[in-house]
């Protein structure tokens, strides 16, 4: 990778007999925003803090820089970590709060109020220096955090679920600043969360991880709609996964054979006649109507229609009787009924292909 400015080898990590890594290796370039996004227990949180250097790996090696620092400690590498809980000091304001690593360093005073001051235009809270922290909103303290953790320059700034304890909207808020926060500094962020909303919204790149491993990198885009994975699939986006096996490949169309009948994907290389695959659709994607549809369609039956806010929620099931769910914005009142016989289908160049056993 080209101004590759973060680099993990192979890391492997055990926590008393029980593997946390399993040979991870990525590369993060100069001011690339890298998320690493997975469920709980995945091995986020362990891989953040091997990169800073406060858990040691089992095995595999850190660059940053071009420079070996798996055996140097903390102080020594040019990181610094946003922790979820702010861990602001409540006895310092918050001029020293952002000044208390320049104060280890011995920055001569006058530097360190110039530099303070600068953070606080930058986090967009000017005159906030003499304020205490429990004077501050959750936004506010996170800005602070991430004043103090960027005044000291590093090269990667490592940042752990910052925004999990904040409300839904102030959220989503602070993703689009903290967006706009990197761009402007031109730092590397790599940024770990379960939300996978976040990873889409502020995201150069997205790692996907599943028990220790990289299951797809990608940009947003490739990742939500060209999953590589089953796993992949089934956690970014709301989606279903048909199960089938290829009867014949058109072009660049797949033709599937599933239980519950016909199906159409894109073409995907890896896929064979004869093998058996899976086809992902994302719930926006799905449709279902009261005649068959010309091409392709799969019969279901209509379970109940859900009204979330912005979209309506409709359950169906097949004639397998596996569930999906299908999302879209129609009134209640155009819909067919809980009960009715429906028949599903999607465009073709909607869906994505994923090829192999299902694990």
């Not at 290796?25 to 227990?41: C, Y």
């Not at 102030?170 to 940024?191: A, C, D, P, S, W």
Request: net charge positive; proline share 7%; hydrophobic share 40%.
């Amino acid at each position: 990778m080209e101004n590759c400015l973060l680099r993990v080898e192979n890391l492997t990590k055990s926590f008393e007999g029980t593997s946390v890594l399993r040979g991870l290796s990525l590369s993060v370039a100069q001011g690339e925003f890298v998320t690493l996004l997975g469920p709980s227990g995945c091995g986020k949180t362990t891989t953040l803090r091997i990169i800073a250097g406060l858990t040691a790996p089992d095995q595999g090696r850190v660059f940053l820089d071009g420079r070996d620092v798996t055996s140097l400690p903390p102080e020594q590498r040019p990181v610094n970590t946003v922790f979820q809980n702010y861990a602001l000091f409540p006895h310092m304001n918050v001029g020293r709060n952002i000044g208390y690593g320049l104060r280890l360093q011995r920055t001569p005073r006058g530097e360190i109020a110039r530099r303070v001051k600068e953070m606080l235009e930058l986090v967009q809270l000017p005159g906030f220096e003499n304020r205490m922290p429990q004077q501050l909103s959750g936004g506010q303290r996170q800005r602070v955090a991430i004043a103090r953790a960027v005044v000291l320059g590093p090269k990667v700034l490592l940042l752990d679920e910052p925004l999990g304890a904040l409300d839904l909207k102030l959220r989503q808020q602070m993703q689009g600043e903290l967006k706009q926060l990197q761009k402007r500094l031109g730092i590397t962020f790599v940024y770990i969360t379960h939300d996978q909303e976040e990873a889409l919204n502020m995201s150069d790149r997205i790692a996907v991880m599943n028990q220790g491993q990289f299951e797809q990198v990608g940009t947003p885009e490739q990742v939500y709609e060209r999953p590589q994975t089953r796993f992949v699939a089934g956690f970014v986006g709301e989606g279903s996964l048909f199960e089938g096996v290829v009867e014949a490949i058109e072009g660049e169309t797949v033709r599937l054979r599933a239980p519950s009948g016909l199906m159409l994907a894109p073409l995907r290389p890896g896929a064979q006649v004869g093998q058996p695959a899976a086809v992902s659709v994302h719930a926006e994607r799905l449709r279902y109507a009261a005649q068959p549809h010309n091409g392709f369609h799969l019969p279901a039956r209509v379970k109940s229609h859900r009204f979330a806010g912005s979209l309506l929620r409709t359950e169906l099931e097949l004639s397998t009787g596996e569930i999906v769910h299908a999302s879209g914005l129609e009134p209640v009142s155009s819909l067919p009924p809980p009960g009715c016989q429906v028949y599903l289908y999607w465009a073709r160049a909607s869906a994505a292909l994923i090829p192999g056993d299902k694990p």
